[in-house]
């Protein structure tokens, strides 16, 4: 085998009793989540909002976009739900560029996974106990979750990992809302599958247990837009995707239908900027039909303290993204109020 068996890491039930969330960040946790459920079920009106850096790189820059956005809910609260994003494994196409702090808690150092664990699992735990956020993450090793399963709000599988068995069966065990995203190559029968798996009970290999799985009533739709086979972006945020997706959850029986607008990548063609403009095209579908109304939860937004993105360097600009490019904070704060307003 052409495989270096480097180090055996902890496993997450020792990690978690290291570095246990606390009983009262517990208490604020469940209340987030509730919340969150809320909205996906139809009991509660209030729109998502998931919102935050492309990849999370640091600590001290993260936790303070997330604590601007604390004092931006305090002013929403009656109209949304934010849910910061602090991505920590980030998916690369060609498996080379920045996998995020699981890797690298420091982007320019080399790979160190125990210490990438132990710093995903402080960052976390700080902006729940700190800020009282429920906060987002995505699934991109459904066997490592389980170093968070007890601090997050919300998860995310992405467009390459949508198909993937192993990921929806995961996902099945979760007791938070999940969102499916359509695959890159646009197909949303797989993104519809992978929800119908989620919600559904299994039996399964997991972390070396025979596990089974009680199903996720709160497993959704995220629509990112797909790339065609000639590398060209298409969107599928407009009037009439919204309505082909309401259709096709009206066909297929699926509990809690909704979905989540993921308003950059191939939404926006990765013009960051984009985001503002289709953010308020989505709200405009929402106010023209009731049924898309009841269908559309959320967007999801990529925004950090500063514009755009940069290069991984030795003198990093605080707070602009190392992947892809990100609304800065004025241009965030005001969007947020903006949607507040228009909903």
Same mark, same amino acid.
């Given at each position: =085998?052409n495989?270096?068996?480097?180090?055996?890491?902890?496993?997450p039930k020792?990690?978690k009793?290291?570095?246990?969330? @606390?009983?009262a960040?517990?208490?604020?946790l469940?209340?987030r989540?509730?919340?969150?459920? %809320?909205?996906?079920?139809g009991?509660?009106?209030?729109f998502?909002l998931v919102? +935050?850096p492309c *990849?999370a790189?640091r600590?001290?820059?993260?936790?303070?976009y997330?604590?601007?956005?604390r004092?931006?809910?305090e002013?929403?609260?009656?109209?949304? $739900? $934010?849910v910061p994003?602090?991505?920590t494994?980030?998916p690369?196409?060609?498996?080379?560029?920045?996998?995020g702090?699981l !890797?690298?808690p420091?982007p320019?150092q080399?790979?160190?996974?125990?210490?990438g664990i132990?710093? $995903?699992r402080?960052? !976390?735990m700080?902006a729940?106990?700190?800020?009282?956020?429920?906060c987002?993450?995505?699934?991109?090793?459904?066997e490592n979750?389980?170093y968070?399963s007890?601090?997050?709000?919300?998860?995310?599988v992405?467009a390459?990992?949508?198909?993937? /068995?192993h !990921?929806?069966?995961t996902a099945?065990g979760f007791?938070?809302?999940v969102?499916?995203?359509?695959?890159t190559g @646009?197909?949303? #029968?797989?993104? =519809?599958n %992978?929800?119908?798996a989620? /919600?559904? *009970?299994?039996?399964?290999?997991?972390?070396?247990?025979e596990?089974?799985?009680? +199903?996720?009533?709160? %497993?959704h %739709?995220?629509?990112r837009?797909?790339?065609?086979?000639?590398?060209? #972006?298409?969107?599928n945020?407009h009037?009439?995707d919204?309505y082909?997706l309401?259709?096709?959850?009206? &066909? #297929?029986?699926?509990?809690n239908?909704?979905?989540?607008?993921d308003?950059?990548h191939?939404n926006s063609g990765?013009?960051?900027?984009e985001q503002?403009?289709?953010?308020?095209?989505?709200l405009h *579908? &929402?106010?023209?039909?009731?049924?898309?109304? +009841?269908?559309?939860?959320?967007?999801m937004?990529? *925004?950090y303290l500063?514009?755009g993105?940069?290069k991984i360097c030795?003198n990093p600009?605080?707070g602009?993204?190392?992947?892809?490019?990100?609304? @800065?904070?004025e241009?965030?704060?005001?969007?947020i109020y903006?949607?507040a307003? +228009?909903?």
């Amino acid at each position: =085998m052409n495989m270096e068996f480097y180090r055996k890491l902890p496993i997450p039930k020792d990690i978690k009793e290291e570095f246990p969330l @606390g009983a009262a960040a517990e208490k604020v946790l469940k209340e987030r989540v509730d919340e969150l459920k %809320a909205v996906f079920s139809g009991e509660s009106d209030k729109f998502i909002l998931v919102i +935050g850096p492309c *990849s999370a790189d640091r600590e001290d820059a993260v936790l303070d976009y997330i604590y601007r956005l604390r004092g931006v809910q305090e002013k929403v609260s009656d109209k949304i $739900i $934010i849910v910061p994003r602090i991505y920590t494994n980030k998916p690369r196409t060609t498996g080379e560029g920045y996998k995020g702090m699981l !890797h690298q808690p420091d982007p320019n150092q080399k790979p160190d996974m125990l210490k990438g664990i132990v710093a $995903i699992r402080k960052l !976390h735990m700080r902006a729940v106990a700190e800020t009282g956020f429920g906060c987002a993450d995505e699934m991109l090793y459904p066997e490592n979750y389980r170093y968070l399963s007890d601090l997050l709000a919300y998860v995310a599988v992405g467009a390459r990992s949508v198909e993937d /068995q192993h !990921h929806r069966m995961t996902a099945s065990g979760f007791d938070i809302p999940v969102g499916m995203k359509n695959p890159t190559g @646009g197909d949303n #029968s797989i993104m =519809m599958n %992978a929800i119908h798996a989620a /919600q559904s *009970s299994h039996v399964f290999l997991y972390r070396g247990w025979e596990v089974k799985t009680l +199903g996720n009533p709160y %497993a959704h %739709a995220i629509l990112r837009g797909y790339v065609d086979n000639l590398g060209k #972006s298409h969107p599928n945020y407009h009037y009439e995707d919204l309505y082909d997706l309401y259709e096709s959850y009206a &066909r #297929s029986g699926l509990e809690n239908p909704a979905v989540i607008i993921d308003t950059n990548h191939a939404n926006s063609g990765k013009k960051y900027l984009e985001q503002i403009r289709i953010s308020k095209e989505v709200l405009h *579908s &929402r106010r023209h039909s009731a049924d898309i109304k +009841g269908l559309v939860k959320g967007l999801m937004i990529e *925004s950090y303290l500063e514009d755009g993105a940069q290069k991984i360097c030795d003198n990093p600009v605080y707070g602009q993204s190392v992947t892809d490019p990100c609304l @800065g904070w004025e241009k965030t704060e005001r969007l947020i109020y903006d949607i507040a307003d +228009g909903l």
